[in-house]
């Protein structure tokens, strides 16, 4: 009930500040109509940077995901914009042709590949989550025959690969196909001594009654098995785990539009039903057993779109009887026993149910309301060492339901907010300590506000709480909150500014509060300002400023003697200086990290640090370029001590690191296809203890590395596709292990389709 | 003009964290702990691979979990062997699936709530240089003491650590069973994760 009002106070206190926002808002002014087209290499520019079309230049591409340079300072990642074609993605996703193209590499001006962003990372992901929700209820017949065969070699140090793998389709007539898949993968590591065999093949039957009816029967076997291979002479090979699935399943879909029910629309139908037959064999270390399964499978989804809004209602399940025996050597002690068999008769089943409803209101918002039930059993040998061998029963339910509110009460101007409330329950029969009972609710909102010239405001809290019933010592709430506000402000044409303030709360309040000891918060904030400055073209530079906090609480006495926060401060000037076919950049931080204990100030410590990196690029022709990095840390670490006589504390050094690393790389691409490079590296640190302001070296370590790859990625002939990847390395020093010494990482592929789509239109044209 | 558009946001600004202060009054307050006599200092900062992993095994070992879930990143990502994977999810669908630092730290608290004392032996690391990453492979010994006696859980762990301005963090975990008679690490994670 508490956490209930906590909650509904964050979600007041954002709907007031959402408020204020809107009424604030109505006074700003309203900044100039200036929404720019986006052909060529122009973007559409955010309503921070409304006030002109901006033209940018493409640094690199792999067909969704640009690079450009930056348009003014500050306004990317590391010196680029990133933008993502998320329309672009899901086309190439959802196009069987190319959805397994591999991509062009990122890189720079210089060639040298770039990391894309997290932000751009996760956006991607999750327009692949899309498209796999589509495929998966997209019914496709494929187009003639078209077969592909695979294979691939991975060798990274001493992990060894091979896989092959066929895929084709053969269109029957207009309404049957046929396809089959086979997958194989070979897998050794030297270091673990596994040797791993992988190997799935699925064929299938496509049949389409008419537009909306459809039916698939397929067979699948899966195999899988992992062995320890001897290291010595003498020894054998063990087998630790072996597995193998098959799997028949026929399946009808349909869809009916428009459907009613007593004269009242109830939207259009989408449903399905299923019947799979399935055996498993497994064999692991103790025990050997199999499982047959008969389950029908069904789904219905109901949507209905009225005006502005859609409402729809989802209902996936399954129920399986299976039959299982297993044959155990172990009993639940751990002791070898004579083989013991077990038979068992199981029922499992998933049922889930979601409802939900969109909703836009006009051009100034929008909501979604949701909420779904679940109701999931399966029967199984139990793993639990007190239980090995018997049934077990776990049995789930789950409801939940989910608010999303956006708003954009005028230009620049837009109000997000969330709510989710569920509660999820799991018992098991045997084993009851692993019953658990949890209500989750969270809330949050961000306030974006843009809408003057150059610069972005934005806000966000958070507030989740987790009650967790638990038939142990770990039942009790863990509470959460996160607040931040970001500020963004372009100064003049040369001048702009970021600032941020970032604080997190996380709790942890058990039941029982003398048997766990472990009662906690942890508070994190975090407060950075980075202002940057180009005064010319070919210069741009920027200080970055950071304090961080992290407070460590434990509650209990036995426990809070280790309190303590740590506090970092951080000033890091650094620049780019750009002149035709040379950059070069570099950045000093200077940072200090102070841990100061609640309860006991003789362990308060400090690390300082200093560390500067050089790079220099160099592009000495159109195809070939040269990248050297130069990195120097120096750090020093040491406690407080109380002088003898003195109420003085004082700082004493402990120990002293030198770091540096140096390297050099050479790119020449002769070819667009064709890629090499050199690379040579140094790593070097010294350690030193310090006693009585007398250095002592402590520790010494030097790395030096040398490697040569090539890339090849080509089409050879119409059929034929060729990808390499190959580096040899070689490195030198005391400790470097044996495994490393000397190794290859090469990624080679080779892909042979003979009837090609390119082909078929040739052939045909 | 141009300063009469810059102030009204930042007045803006300024209500809007006015607001957010408002709002924010006590939420952020850490509760008072109960001063206590003792303590061993257990986390130490960490300037190099091997102290990230004695922090997490000292933290493990002690219970302060604060210090456990800082040993790890926020991408924190385990990976189990795959005879423990398939064994275990054989009965438990989901006990591996989107391991994070917070399910880590959770069923961490878990195992060592379950026993009367726990103990960890970890062999001096082989080390392998990644980059500027670093990959840590030690063998473990993990004793599980409770009334109805002991259980020991074998085999070989590897942790990926990267450093994050100078100090060292682990960001993946890989068990490796490695032991014919005993079950691994990895195992018992799987089989103990809370809420699965």
Not at chain 1, 370 to 383: D, H, P, T, V
Not at chain 2, 103 to 111: D, F, G, L, M
């Amino acid at each position: 009930m508490i956490a209930m009002r906590r909650l509904f106070s964050l979600l007041t206190a954002s709907l007031a500040m959402a408020a204020a926002f809107t009424a604030a808002s109505s006074f700003a002014q309203t900044p100039p109509d200036t929404s720019s087209s986006s052909p060529g290499d122009t973007t559409s520019a955010s309503p921070a940077d409304t006030t002109a079309k901006i033209v940018r230049k493409v640094v690199s591409s792999d067909g969704t995901v640009t690079v450009y340079e930056e348009a003014f300072p500050g306004e990317g990642t590391e010196g680029f914009y990133w933008s993502f074609d998320k329309e672009g993605e899901l086309a190439r996703l959802l196009d069987k042709d190319r959805r397994d193209d591999k991509l062009s590499p990122i890189v720079d001006p210089f060639g040298f590949p770039l990391v894309i962003p997290d932000s751009i990372r996760t956006l991607r992901d999750s327009v692949r989550t899309v498209a796999d929700s589509i495929l998966a209820v997209t019914f496709d017949l494929g187009h003639g025959f078209d077969p592909l065969f695979k294979t691939a070699y991975i060798e990274l140090k001493d992990d060894f690969q091979l896989n092959h793998g066929f895929e084709t389709s053969y269109l029957l007539n207009p309404k049957a196909s046929l396809n089959v898949n086979i997958d194989d993968q070979n897998q050794f590591n030297e270091s673990t001594r596994k040797r791993r065999d992988d190997r799935t093949i699925t064929s299938g039957f496509n049949f389409k009654f008419n537009e909306d009816m459809n039916s698939s029967l397929s067979l699948t076997r899966a195999d899988n098995r992992q062995q320890r291979i001897a290291t010595k002479p003498g020894e054998r090979d063990s087998l630790e785990t072996q597995m193998d699935n098959t799997s028949f399943t026929g399946r009808v879909q349909a869809r009916r539009p428009a459907n009613r029910v007593a004269g009242i629309l109830v939207g259009d139908a989408d449903g399905s039903f299923g019947l799979t037959a399935s055996q498993r064999n497994y064999e692991n270390r103790d025990s050997r057993g199999k499982s047959n399964q008969l389950a029908p499978n069904w789904s219905l989804r109901l949507a209905r779109p009225h005006q502005d809004g859609k409402v729809s209602l989802d209902y996936t399940g399954d129920y399986g009887r299976a039959r299982s025996s297993e044959n155990r050597d172990v009993d639940s002690l751990g002791t070898t026993i004579g083989e013991v068999k077990t038979d068992t008769k199981d029922v499992n089943f998933n049922n889930g149910v979601n409802a939900s409803w969109d909703q836009k209101f006009g051009a100034w918002g929008d909501s979604r309301l949701s909420g779904s039930l679940l109701r999931n059993r399966s029967q199984y040998f139990s793993r639990e060492p007190t239980f090995a061998g018997q049934q077990e029963t776990r049995s789930q339910t789950g409801n939940s339901m989910k608010a999303t509110l956006n708003l954009t009460p005028r230009t620049g101007l837009s109000i997000r907010t969330n709510g989710d409330l569920g509660v999820s329950q799991t018992e098991y029969s045997l084993d009851h300590n692993k019953f658990s009972n949890i209500l989750t609710g969270s809330a949050d909102t961000e306030i974006n506000y843009d809408s003057w010239q150059g610069g972005k405001f934005t806000v966000k809290l958070e507030q989740t709480y987790e009650d967790r019933d638990y038939l142990n010592t770990l039942a009790g709430q863990v509470k959460g909150r996160k607040g931040s506000v970001d500020f963004k402000q372009k100064v003049t044409n040369h001048v702009d500014f970021d600032a941020g303030y970032f604080i997190k709360l996380d709790q942890y309040l058990f039941d029982d509060f003398e048997v766990n000891k472990t009662d906690r918060d942890l508070l994190t904030e975090r407060a950075n300002f980075v202002v940057r400055y180009n005064p010319w073209a070919l210069l741009s530079s920027s200080v970055r400023m950071e304090v961080r906090q992290t407070e460590s609480v434990n509650i209990h006495p036995e426990k809070s003697p280790d309190n303590k926060t740590d506090e970092t401060y951080l000033i890091q000037p650094s620049y780019t200086l750009m002149f035709g076919k040379t950059n070069i950049t570099g950045d000093f931080t200077a940072d200090a990290t102070y841990s100061v204990f609640d309860f006991k100030e003789e362990s308060n410590f400090l690390i300082r640090r200093f560390e500067t990196r050089q790079k220099w690029q160099q592009a000495l022709t159109p195809r070939l370029s040269t990248e050297a990095i130069f990195t120097y840390e120096l750090s020093d670490e040491g406690s407080y001590v109380r002088s003898a006589g003195s109420d003085k504390r004082l700082f004493s050094r402990s120990r002293e690191k030198h770091r540096h690393k140096e390297s050099l790389e050479v790119r020449y691409t002769p070819l667009a296809w064709f890629r090499m490079n050199m690379l040579y590296r140094q790593d070097s640190d010294e350690t030193f203890n310090v006693r009585e302001r007398i250095e002592r070296l402590a520790t010494e370590r030097d790395v030096y590395e040398l490697s040569g790859g090539l890339g090849v990625q080509k089409k050879i002939t119409r059929h034929v596709t060729l990808d390499v990847d190959y580096t040899r390395t070689q490195k030198r020093g005391d400790r470097i292990s044996e495994v490393e010494r000397s190794y290859y990482n090469v990624r080679a592929s080779l892909e042979y389709q003979p009837f090609s789509k390119k082909q078929e239109k040739e052939g045909g044209s | 003009m141009s300063r009469r558009i810059i102030s009204r946001p930042g007045g803006l600004a300024a209500a809007a964290l006015l607001i957010l202060i408002q709002a924010g009054c006590g939420l952020f307050d850490t509760r008072e702990p109960v001063e206590g006599e003792g303590g061993q200092s257990f986390w130490q900062p960490p300037t190099s691979p091997e102290i990230i992993v004695r922090n997490l095994e000292v933290a493990f070992e002690n219970g302060i979990f604060n210090d456990y879930q800082r040993a790890l990143t926020a991408d924190f990502t385990f990976h189990p062997d795959l005879a423990d994977s398939l064994d275990v999810e054989g009965g438990r669908p989901g006990a591996f699936a989107n391991w994070t630092r917070d399910v880590e730290t959770e069923t961490a608290a878990a195992i060592f709530a379950t026993a009367d004392s726990l103990s960890l032996v970890m062999d001096p690391p082989s080390q392998e240089i990644i980059g500027d990453d670093r990959l840590l492979k030690q063998n473990y010994i993990l004793t599980l003491q409770t009334v109805g006696g002991a259980t020991i859980y074998a085999g070989e762990v590897w942790f990926f650590v990267r450093p994050v301005a100078g100090e060292w963090y682990i960001y993946h975990w890989e068990d490796i069973a490695t032991s014919s008679s005993r079950r691994s690490w990895g195992f018992l994670k799987g089989n103990t994760r809370p809420g699965v």
